[in-house]
Every structure is written in C-alpha cells, then in structure tokens.
C-alpha cells in the first residue's frame, strides 16, 4: 500500500523512512479490513491522537492548555 507507492515519502513534503512506511501499510491493510480511511493523513492523524492520549496518562501533559509542563 503506502510503501509501494513510489511517491509515497514525499506526498505531504516530508521524508519518511522505509522501515516507517512498512508500519504504515501495516496500519493501513488493518484499516482498510474495518472499513476506515487509509490514507497517510488518517494515519498520521490517529497515531498523534495515540501519543496524545498516551501522554495525557503518563501525566506529561495536561489536558488544560494553559497548565502545560515546561
């Protein structure tokens, strides 16, 4: 999918890694198997959600914006 697009690491300016775009694909034969959209911005969308979220739990972040960590 993504890796096999020949374009692919360039497709929104920036420079993707082999190894990161094979994770993408894997990503995306999953979403496309439920149905979701498998473009890299849906992707890249979600896994920031992901971080977020993760980060929001450690306690690095707060979910108020004006009460963030230095």
């Given at each position: 999918m993504a890796s096999e697009h020949p374009d692919s690491p360039k497709q929104?300016?920036?420079r993707i890694s082999d190894e990161v775009m094979e994770?993408?694909?894997a990503i995306?034969?999953?979403r496309k198997i439920n149905n979701?959209?498998?473009t890299l911005a849906a992707v890249v969308e979600?896994?920031?959600k992901c971080h977020y979220n993760r980060l929001l739990k450690e306690?690095?972040?707060s979910n108020?914006?004006?009460?963030q960590p230095n």
């Open positions: 929104f300016g920036i994770l993408v694909s995306q034969a999953v979701q959209p498998i979600d896994a920031i306690g690095a972040i108020d914006p004006t009460n």
